[in-house]
């Protein structure tokens, strides 16, 4: 089956701007997860979301936003970019609580 | 919160010996346990998990322990090949976060040849 897919795999912005990302999760997964992947804070959980609820929210600024569709694809959208918001964000999908997250490729994106 | 330890943070061994790699957690909570391997450019993958009810798993080269009591975990990844080479990170969850994972801050290891 098709695994996690995110899209665009890479974005450069400018500050100030906002930016959406995309995540397709596993076929039959409800919940999905995202994280910010960065060298120096490694990874860290932004939100997760179940059948179109948020139900788990990180220690993010209120400029990081996310919802998930009806089909389980699940967007995330940053405000007010930030140079500090560079990083790679990834997206996973779990089919039920504890057990395996599977990761999409990640979508890298720059803030210039 | 929730708050996952990892060491160390690079490894380095010769080919065919072991490696291991720990972590500790804060939240008593938690109770599971997964191992992801990144292998440069890629997505995390995970190699193993174990779940608060097991003490150790095995799968082949590479190994889990897990102590509640004291809350540490480790991985165990014996005859290290070259392919072995990757940043790992430790996971905990808590049924109470449903999936949400906490990181440790991971741990490079490279295998020398």
Known sequence: KAGVTQTPRYLIKTRGQQVTLSCSPISGHRSVSWYQQTPGQGLQFLFEYFSETQRNKGNFPGRFSGRQFSNSRSEMNVSTLELGDSALYLCASSFRDSTEAFFGQGTRLTVV | GENVEQHPSTLSVQEGDSAVIKCTYSDSASNYF????????????????????????????????????????????????????????????????????????????????
């Open chain 2, 34 to 113: 997964p191992w992801y391997k990144q292998e440069l450019g890629k997505r995390p993958q995970l190699i193993i998990d174990i779940r608060s009810n097991v003490g150790e798993k095995k799968d082949q080269r590479i190994a889990v322990t897990l102590n509640k009591t004291a809350k540490h975990f480790s991985l165990h990844i014996t005859e290290t090949q070259p392919e072995d080479s990757a940043v790992y990170f430790c996971a905990a969850a808590s049924m109470e976060y449903g999936n949400k994972l906490v990181f440790g801050a991971g741990t490079i290891l490279r295998v020398k040849s």
